[in-house]
């Protein structure tokens, strides 16, 4: 039986290992680092070897302490690694907020598949891999002929772990135009870009990549047969314990340096990527609607880092005197790019509870507009670091006009990624979901009804 597992979690903003229980998906120990870009050469890289350091000498202490009887991975999306002959990188993990890309962008958008295909927008710098590829293929002439796999970034840290490869099909699934979501296959663009006979198997995100290399079982005391399993982008892990366990229809929001929005079972929309919607594919490889904005980032941005709790009156300051945070802090992400952001009212300054106040209604409603543009229906769950932001969750359920459930746990996409080991699984215990109820409801429509108008008179 197995018990205890260890989730490698590597989002955008921090490295984590969270070790759960198998059976009530509670975490029991979360440690965390900073996941830091390097500068390169040859372009800005994320921190691997580090990443790797911190996550063996976690395995070790949590297995000393606890015991570990499996592992699985989650991961952000928009990466790809490149493996040599040896299973070595053959060049460093691209960071997908580097600009490079974009300079061969002219060239990549003739080749590329039309969102239609692959339900995947046009982003910027590397956000969609087959830029990315694309573009380092460009400036690395060799690159190509030193690559024998791509790999998708969870089965990059199972590689390191088994020995084995393999891609999973959330993170083919997440804008990476490299990937048919209706068909189920690859599109077109693999052709193009030649790496058909290069890419690892897919795999689904349940299935166990292999056990342990010997060396990894040396270096952390783990059990030399300890099963690591394929892996999943992260805002499918968060997504994955309500597809098996709620009836549609429902949305989920995955929170983090990303907001992603998912709808299942939902009214019926027209994508628009011009609004940053997509379809990203479920761990049972379904197509899910979804859009998404930087909202973590946002938050950091627009608070300056600094976060007092506010108190009942910064709320009603905010809620009456008209102080307003405009979209897009981050102008090339979400349902806003390109309006001119700004603050409508006085605005309040950093540090104070107003302007923490302030900036959560803001994100809240950006996350209604996201909602909205997918075809929302029914219920809302929130994953993350918001699902502890009660006036979030409160202008959240105003806004969409919907029952919202704040999630619990610190990390959002722990529970997924370890019930790839548990599998099938009975209805979440009701102690996991906490329903928000708006108190100052009024208040909120009022503000929101303004917030919408004054955001349009500013296009």
């Known amino acids: 039986m197995t018990h205890h597992v260890a989730v490698i979690d590597i989002g955008k903003t921090n490295a984590k290992l969270v070790l759960v229980d198998r059976e009530s998906l509670t975490e029991i120990v979360v440690i965390t680092r900073p996941n830091t870009v390097l500068p390169g050469p040859p372009w800005p890289h994320f921190d691997v070897e580090g990443h ?173 047969g300890t099963p690591v399993y394929c892996g999943i982008h992260d805002s499918n892990a968060s997504l994955l314990p309500y597809v098996l366990s709620q009836t549609p229809p429902f949305s989920v929001v995955s929170t983090g340096t990303w907001v992603i929005a998912m709808s299942i079972g939902g009214n019926s929309v027209q994508l628009d990527p011009n609004l940053d919607t997509l379809i990203n594919v479920t761990a049972l490889g379904d197509p899910a609607p979804s859009a998404r904005f930087m909202g973590g980032r946002e938050h950091d941005l627009a608070t300056g880092g600094t976060c007092p709790e506010p108190t009942p009156q910064d709320v009603r300051d905010v809620l009456t005197k008209g102080i307003m945070l405009m979209p897009a802090v981050v102008e090339d992400t979400g349902p806003f790019q390109g309006y001119p952001s700004g603050w409508e009212g006085p605005e309040p300054n950093v540090g104070t509870g107003t302007r923490v106040a302030a900036v959560a209604v803001y994100l809240a409603l950006v996350t209604a507009e996201c909602l909205s543009n997918i075809g929302h229906k029914d219920t809302i769950v929130v994953e993350g670091p918001f699902a502890n932001n009660q006036l979030y969750l409160k202008m959240l359920a105003v806004a969409a006009a919907s029952k919202v459930y704040g999630a619990a746990g610190s990390t959002g ?28 409801g009024e208040s909120l429509e009022t503000y929101a009804s303004h917030w919408r108008q004054t955001v349009q008179n500013r296009r």
Not at 83 to 101: C, H, K, Q, T, V
Request: proline share 7%; aromatic share 8%.
């Open 52 to 224: 790797w350091a911190f996550l063996l000498e976690g395995l070790r202490d949590f297995h000393a302490a606890h015991g570990i009887d499996a592992i699985s991975i989650t991961t952000h999306g928009a990466c790809a690694a490149l493996l040599n002959s040896r299973g070595d990188l053959a060049a460093p993990i691209l960071d997908y907020e580097f600009a490079g890309p974009d300079e061969s962008a002219d060239d990549y958008n003739a080749i590329r598949p039309p969102f239609s295909e692959t339900g995947s927008p046009r982003l910027a710098g590397g956000l969609n891999i087959g830029a990315q590829l694309f573009w380092q293929f460009q400036v690395d002439p060799d690159l190509k002929a030193k690559t024998d796999q791509i790999v998708t970034y969870p089965q990059f840290w199972g590689a390191k772990l088994t020995g084995n490869t393999a891609m999973d099909v959330t993170s083919l699934g997440c804008h990476t135009d490299l990937w048919n979501p209706h068909k189920g296959d690859f599109s077109l663009l693999v052709d193009k870009l030649g790496i058909s006979d290069k890419l690892s198997p897919v795999r689904k995100p349940s299935e166990v990549l292999g056990p342990i290399l010997p060396t990894i079982a040396e270096q952390t005391g783990l059990p030399p």
């Open 413 to 440: 996409t722990s529970a997924g990624a370890a019930m790839l080991v548990r599998g099938k699984t009975d209805v979440l215990a009701d102690e996991t979901l906490s329903l928000i109820n708006s108190d100052i």
